[in-house]
């Protein structure tokens, strides 16, 4: 079986050696930019650990993998034009790069290149692969308009945040995993238990990423902390803020998200010590630690020794940054 490390170099190669011989060049070279962004590759990554769990071929499905990285990086350029975000990675955007109509158009090659790309691996499996992925790329921007739609919102459920968030985030990284058990011939018991596996380790990740977004070390997640705070980000967080806050503390958060003019760095400071007072980390914590455990119990539900399973438990705990 292949390292997470070797799985890596594999698909970066295969990546960085795709040729783009079609015309005109101004439409695939904001494609070529923004997949030499780099990025952890997660999605072909658990694709190629799914598919190494029952053959020790995965190269031959890079074609499948880098289907999936680039629909996630199509994603990606979109959601920077529809934030208005002008670095990714360190780099300039392609709407800033370039300008608002090349990121649309080059971004709806890439949907449309990620559907040649799996028809480059399906072989047998072609129907399922396809059915999958097109059901999934459906849920993705259903998962996007509720994160629209919350924004305007001061009534959003716990519920309904992380029906969002598994549309939004979990149900790519599951569909990553199911393809590649699928492609490898998995038993379709197998296949469905790594979906959910993603499922829940996608939820974890997302509620991780909430968490980090206000309690993280800005070295180690790699952002500057409070970003959700200052945009009223609809997090798991101001959710149960606002769910268990007394009347003068929700007077205080709504003060707060509904302000127009203020310092930063004070909003933030105010917002988490709220978070703080209320226990809003603890329970982030627990909320995490749950769909972690939940996940593992998909894994280990699948019908292969346990050595097989190692390099995407290995993987899935460092992605979590944390071992539960």
């Known amino acids: 079986m292949l390292t997470a490390n070797e ?184 296949a469905d238990n790594l979906y959910k596996f993603g499922e829940q380790v996608g939820l974890a990740f997302q509620l991780q990423d909430d968490y980090l977004d206000v309690y993280g070390d800005p070295a180690v997640f790699g952002k500057a902390i409070g970003g959700d705070i200052l945009c009223n980000k609809k997090t798991y967080m101001l959710i149960n803020a606002f769910n268990r806050a007394d009347e003068a503390r929700r007077k205080e958060l709504m003060r707060w998200v509904t302000a127009d003019d203020f310092d930063p760095k004070e909003k933030i400071a105010a917002v988490t010590s709220i978070y703080d007072e209320l226990g809003i980390d603890r329970l982030a914590e627990e909320k995490i630690k749950h769909y972690f455990e939940e996940s593992r119990k998909y894994l280990a539900a699948v019908s292969v020794a346990d050595e097989r399973k190692s390099v995407l438990i290995d993987y899935t705990d460092r992605m979590m940054k944390r071992k539960y």
């Open 7 to 190: 799985i890596l170099e594999k698909i970066n190669s295969y990546l960085d050696n795709l040729p783009y011989t079609r015309k005109p060049q101004s439409l695939y070279e904001p494609v070529k930019y923004v997949l030499s962004m780099g990025g952890k590759r997660i999605r072909p990554s658990l694709m190629l650990m799914a598919y190494n769990m029952y053959k020790d071929n995965p190269e031959d499905i890079l074609p499948a993998a880098c289907a999936i990285e680039t629909y996630h990086n199509y994603t990606l350029l979109h959601d920077d034009l529809m934030d208005n975000a002008g670095m990714r990675r360190g780099r300039q955007t392609v709407h800033v790069k370039w300008d608002a109509n090349t990121a649309i158009l080059s971004g709806d090659s890439m949907l449309v290149l990620a559907y040649n790309h799996f028809l480059n691996s399906g072989g047998g499996h072609l129907k399922a692969v396809l059915d999958l992925f097109t059901e999934t790329a459906l849920e993705i921007g259903e998962g996007q308009q509720y994160d629209m739609d919350f924004e305007t919102r001061t009534d959003v459920t716990e519920e309904e945040y992380i029906e969002m968030i598994r549309l939004k985030t979990s149900v790519l990284l599951a569909c990553a995993l199911k393809i590649g058990a699928t492609l490898g011939d998995a038993p379709a018991e197998d």
